[in-house]
């Protein structure tokens, strides 16, 4: 009857150690096939500029015409159509670029104002691009500059009969004179439109104190009759 040996510890060992190496490398090989999971990471400034975006979108609806710039052509001493443009997002009307002679400006008035004391000129912006503007009066050698913000300027004392122009410039050159920007100063006109203006002040006070009187009495004779009305139903009670 043969007897089974038991194996020596040295081929015990040498087994052990070669079963544990091939176990090691089996989970790195299922390690390295499994998919890894990594958590969410966000980027802030992709995500503000999304953010950003939008926010644009929604304030402002794609396809649609942005409002017209609330500019005067008229009024002094206002900014830029393209600075209004820029804050307000809003558009300005067609005007015609720097490398074009501007239009002439249109002379608005021509008169005396601070109680007839001084020669006041006022026009209006053309539809061109302005960087100053150009006052002359007859009879005097240098023009007068203002500003392309300017509308109005002061001449102080000048003749009857005197005529002033006023000429836009740029890069491109000077706006020709045209009858709608050139006036002779007419002193009889300017106190007739005072005269006007005196007027129509006037009248307007006389009409608003006459509506406030009409409203009084007919406040007044409600009341009385209101009263009438009151003791006529006391007297009734009464009787």
């Known amino acids: 009857m043969l007897r089974k040996h038991p194996a020596p510890p040295l081929l015990l060992s040498i ?23 990594r958590s969410p990471s966000f980027d802030t400034e992709d995500y503000d500029v999304i953010y950003e975006d939008s926010t644009v979108s929604t304030h402002i609806p794609p396809g649609s015409p942005p409002p017209l710039c609330q500019y005067d052509l008229c009024k002094d001493q206002q900014e830029s159509c ?19 002679p501007p239009d002439p400006p249109s002379l608005q008035s021509l008169s005396l104002e601070n109680k007839g004391t ?42 009857p009969g005197t005529e002033v122009c006023v000429e836009a410039v740029n890069k491109a050159g000077v706006s020709a004179r045209g009858s709608h920007s050139c006036t002779r100063f007419d002193p009889n006109i300017s106190e007739t439109r005072l005269a006007i203006k005196l007027v129509l002040i006037g009248a307007a006070v006389v009409l608003a104190v006459g509506i406030v009187l009409a409203l009084v009495l007919w406040w007044c004779r409600r009341h009385r009759k209101a009263v009438t009305r009151t003791a006529n139903r006391g007297t009734d009670v009464v009787l």
């Open 82 to 100: 393209q600075k209004l443009a820029l804050t307000l997002s809003c558009s300005c009307p067609g005007i015609s670029g720097p490398l074009d």
């Open 118 to 159: 001084v020669v006041v000129v006022r026009w209006c912006a053309p539809s061109s691009t302005v960087t100053h503007y150009l006052v002359q009066v007859d009879g005097q050698d240098e023009a007068r500059e203002a500003s392309a913000n300017r509308r109005m300027m002061e001449l102080g004392d000048i003749a």
């Open 15 to 37: 087994a052990l150690l070669i079963s544990s190496m091939s176990a090691s490398s089996s989970s790195q090989q299922r390690n390295a096939t499994r998919p890894s999971v």
